[in-house]
Structures are given as structure tokens and as C-alpha cells.
């Protein structure tokens, strides 16, 4: 119940174009959900984050779009750029006693292609 | 200001040695929090720390791991008699939870190498 499923695995975009990625829940206690970008040799850096009383939240070129109902959110990456190429991670956020803890997805690696 | 730190980088150890891993956070962040990213996965949650409170042992594999936080600041992980599973990148990250932030800063985390 505390899983965050994320797809796809892998994305290949073309410079301009509209990278998507997707993550479902279980656990409708999460109440914050945040994605992160992580480069190579690097902590993940936290990008976007929406609470599930919103649909959608824009930052930019990244969006987040949040489906109660079918427990699902998705990033939305427009006009992506090879300065995009990451690892995405998606991840959902719930307080168990007195923890806030993150459970995170599998992660999307993001080319960008010039 | 100064973001997490973490040291060393990268430590490569032969199998059956003990290995201690460091992390410094954010000044005045209260939460701090041991990830462990096999290669190609997401993040594995470890270990919690909030203020004075028992830490949140809840995510360790084993008990060859341990970690503690001296004078709410600085944390070491321990990984006693290490194994070749565990190879991974071990990730610290804080959060000024006193403040009511979500937000979770992460180091850059230590490549451990149990060869």
C-alpha cells in the first residue's frame, strides 16, 4: 500500500517535444507529492510539487497534473530541452507516527535528443 | 547557505569491513533522513532522525546497519561486516520540519563499493 508505481522506465524525447511521466498510488493518505530530477553524481532536487486538494500545478515549462480519484499525477515536461536529460523521480509524501516519510518511485530516465 | 554535505563520495571496501558513512545537513534543519539508491532504482528509505526524539529505525535491511545523529546535527551510518548487496549510493537528506516544511534537501550522496 505505501508503493508509488512510476512509467515509463525510459523516455526518449526530441528536443521541443512533450516528455510525460506517470505514477499511481495506493495509500490515500499521501498528502504531498513532489517530483524530483536527479543528474548524474547528484542528490535529487526536489523540481515540483502539488497537494491532493489541487488538479494541476504549473512551474514553468513542468507541469503536474493530479487525479484523485483514479489516485494517479503525472509530470508534464513542455518545449523539453537536452538540459532535461535526468532521472525523474516521482514520490509521495505521508506522516506515520511522528515521520513525514517519502516513498518514492522506481525513476524515469529522460534523454532529450538535440 | 551550505547545502548537505556528505563524505566520503565514494568508498570502496572489501566484504566482512565496517564502514562509516557522514552526513552533515542544513544548519537548523531538524529532520534528517539515510536513503540507500541501488543502481537503476528509486530511493530505499533507511532511517529518520527528528530533533531528540527515537529515530525511525524502520527502513533498515539489517542489523549490520545502524546511524546516529550527535547533537542534532551531524549523522554517521554504519554498515558493520558489509556484503556486496550492499553496493549502492547512500543518500542523506534534511528538512526544517520546525518550520512545517515538506521539503526534503539531499546530499549528493557516498558510492559504496563492497568488493
Known amino acids: 500500500q505505501q508503493q508509488v508505481k512510476q512509467s515509463p522506465q525510459s523516455l526518449i524525447v526530441q528536443k521541443g517535444g512533450i516528455s510525460i511521466i506517470n505514477c499511481a498510488y495506493e495509500?490515500?493518505?499521501?498528502?504531498?507529492f513532489p517530483w524530483y530530477q536527479q543528474f548524474p553524481g547528484k542528490g535529487p532536487a526536489l523540481l515540483i510539487a502539488?497537494?491532493?486538494?489541487?488538479s494541476e500545478k504549473k512551474e514553468g515549462r513542468f507541469t503536474i497534473s493530479f487525479n484523485k480519484s483514479a489516485k494517479q499525477f503525472s509530470l508534464h515536461i513542455m518545449d523539453s530541452q537536452p538540459g532535461d536529460s535526468a532521472t525523474y523521480f516521482c514520490a509521495a509524501s505521508v506522516l506515520s507516527g511522528s515521520a513525514r516519510q517519502l516513498t518514492f518511485g522506481s525513476g524515469t530516465q529522460l534523454t532529450v535528443l538535440p | 547557505g551550505a547545502g548537505v554535505s556528505q563524505s566520503p563520495s565514494n568508498k570502496v571496501t572489501e566484504k566482512g569491513k565496517d564502514v562509516e558513512l557522514r552526513c552533515d545537513p542544513i544548519s537548523g534543519h531538524t529532520a534528517l533522513y539515510w536513503y540507500r539508491q541501488s543502481l537503476g532504482q528509486g530511493l530505499e528509505f533507511l532511517i529518520y532522525f527528528q530533533g531528540n526524539s527515537a529515530p525511525d529505525k524502520s527502513g533498515l535491511p539489517s542489523d549490520r546497519f545502524s546511524a546516529e545523529r550527535t547533537g542534532g546535527s551531524v549523522s554517521t551510518l554504519t554498515i558493520q561486516r558489509t556484503q556486496q548487496e550492499d553496493s549502492a549510493v547512500y543518500l542523506c537528506?534534511?528538512?526544517?520540519?520546525?518550520?512545517?516544511?515538506?521539503?526534503?534537501?539531499f546530499g549528493p550522496g557516498t558510492r559504496l563499493t563492497v568488493t
Open positions: 495509500n490515500t493518505a499521501f498528502d504531498y
Open positions: 537528506a534534511s528538512r526544517n520540519r520546525d518550520r512545517g516544511s515538506y521539503e526534503q534537501y
Open positions: 502539488i497537494r491532493p486538494d489541487v
